[in-house]
């Protein structure tokens, strides 16, 4: 059967069953086959319309088929321009770097090297972690409990989720996880404030302990705020706390921004809350303009390996670089950092007003475009910190009945009990009320009040 005689969603989805690999994965929660997409809808094969809160997990940062995106691909066809050039520069890549740098903290900008990665953000992230050990000759890695890195051997040595390591023997040696500072479920039993002291006061310690059984490290890598751990923000102070740690000690601090990066939190760059210079930063999905493509910025005084020592075919995508540009351009012309901020808080708040009716929720929290809403079950024992088991049952209800009224998110989080929102950043006051509503309803008919 062609393509063209398969015109329903259960045809293609079926299809897409026999052809594809068991790992496939959003299909099974958002079970539908895309025909057309525009701005932040999504429309299936039968012509039911969407509101995408997931954006390709933060990829589109202009929602789908953006008309300024859309234009920067069809000049580089226009221009003849080449689509493909290894590491070998060309006027759209020059262009893409200089707006990069343009939008790069002062401090960061002046020091600044650029590494293009292969098209994945896990690629730049074994490039950081490449990068940091020929530098620094030392191998140890310190990670962070609930973070997400990638999906390579490397980067899965220093994620936190088990389930995707279980079967994969010989990952990275030398990672050390330490304490995130999640507020809710506080590792150390004691939450709010305490939670991000004690976590910086526990770190500061171990690196100064002849005893604590970790090496002199390489790195240090986290997100500033967890995506897939369950869109949880670490406090502003606990990062700049890690910066002074690792700044005093001379470990090179890497900031994954992958997903939060480009406007995502209400900053160019997350780590711009807490006003802070970090030695390596790691970019894809927003970076892009929606295609593939992913880079490494970091000091010019770890750039110290050999030509050739990270490489990657697909890491001249120049169509990705143009449409790169143009999203970057058209965030900073249009003030879309602002916008996330304050559409961010709209959300937030109105998600906490109905935390007050719904004892359900455990936690709402979040930074910009950034949110998550964990699904609890109160009616069980709370743990030392306070917070009451996770209810991934409940959030997984809450997806499906948000898909059924047109609705599409993410769970994730601890056990799966986290509904995560990442809307695109051109996302409307409208639209965003729209989506309270539809949350709203779904969290009420899956809890059976009216």
């Known amino acids: 059967m062609t393509i063209q005689q398969l015109i329903s969603n259960k045809d293609l989805l079926e299809q897409q069953e026999r052809r594809e690999s068991n790992a496939r994965s959003y299909p099974r929660r958002i079970p539908l086959a895309i025909s057309e997409a525009e701005g932040i809808y999504v429309t299936d094969m039968e012509g039911n319309k969407y509101l995408d809160c997931l954006a390709g997990a933060g990829t589109l940062a202009l929602g789908h088929n953006h008309p300024t995106v859309i234009d920067a691909m069809e000049q580089v066809i226009r221009d003849k321009r080449p689509l493909h050039t290894l590491d070998l520069t060309t006027p759209v890549k020059e262009a893409f770097v200089d707006e990069l740098f343009s939008v790069l903290p002062e401090g960061f900008r002046e020091r600044a090297k650029v590494q293009f990665c292969g098209p994945t953000g896990g690629d730049a992230i074994e490039a950081a972690l490449k990068l940091v050990k020929t530098a620094t000759g030392k191998q140890s890695i310190l990670t962070f409990q609930g973070g997400y890195h990638g999906a390579t051997h490397g980067t899965m040595a220093i994620s936190g989720n088990l389930g995707p390591k279980r079967k994969v023997q010989g990952l990275m040696p030398d990672t050390h996880f330490l304490p995130y500072p999640y507020t809710y479920r506080c590792p150390f039993g004691k939450g709010g404030d305490e939670s991000h002291q004690i976590s910086s006061a526990y770190i500061e310690n171990l690196l100064d302990d002849p005893e604590s059984g970790i090496l002199p490290p390489a790195a240090m890598i986290f997100e500033t705020v967890q995506g897939e751990g369950g869109s949880i923000p670490a406090p502003v102070e606990w990062i700049q706390e890690m910066r002074r740690i690792t700044k005093e000690r001379g470990i090179p601090l890497i900031i994954d921004e992958v997903q939060t990066g480009i406007g995502r939190t209400g900053r160019m760059f997350s780590f711009e809350h807490a006003g802070i210079v970090p030695d390596v930063v790691v970019l894809s999905k927003a970076i892009g303009g929606s295609l593939p493509l992913s880079v490494m910025v970091y000091d010019q005084d770890l750039d110290c390996w050999e030509p050739g020592a990270h490489i990657g075919t697909f890491r001249g995508n120049q169509m990705a670089m143009a449409a790169g540009t143009a999203t970057l351009k058209f965030i900073k012309d249009n003030r879309l950092t602002s916008h996330a901020d304050e559409l961010g808080k709209r959300m937030l708040t109105a998600f906490q007003q109905l935390q007050q009716l719904v004892p359900e929720i455990g936690d ?87």
């Open 364 to 450: 709402v929290r979040g930074r910009g475009l950034m949110i998550g809403v964990e699904m609890i079950q109160p009616s069980m024992e709370p743990a030392s910190n306070g917070s009451r088991p996770a209810n991934p049952d409940l959030a997984s209800q809450i997806q499906r009945e948000c898909f059924k009224r047109g609705l599409i998110l993410e769970v994730g989080g601890r056990h799966g009990s986290v509904v995560r929102f990442l809307p695109p950043l051109i996302i409307t006051k409208e639209q965003a009320d729209e989506v309270a509503v539809i949350f709203k309803e779904a969290v009420f008919a899956s809890i059976g009040r009216k």
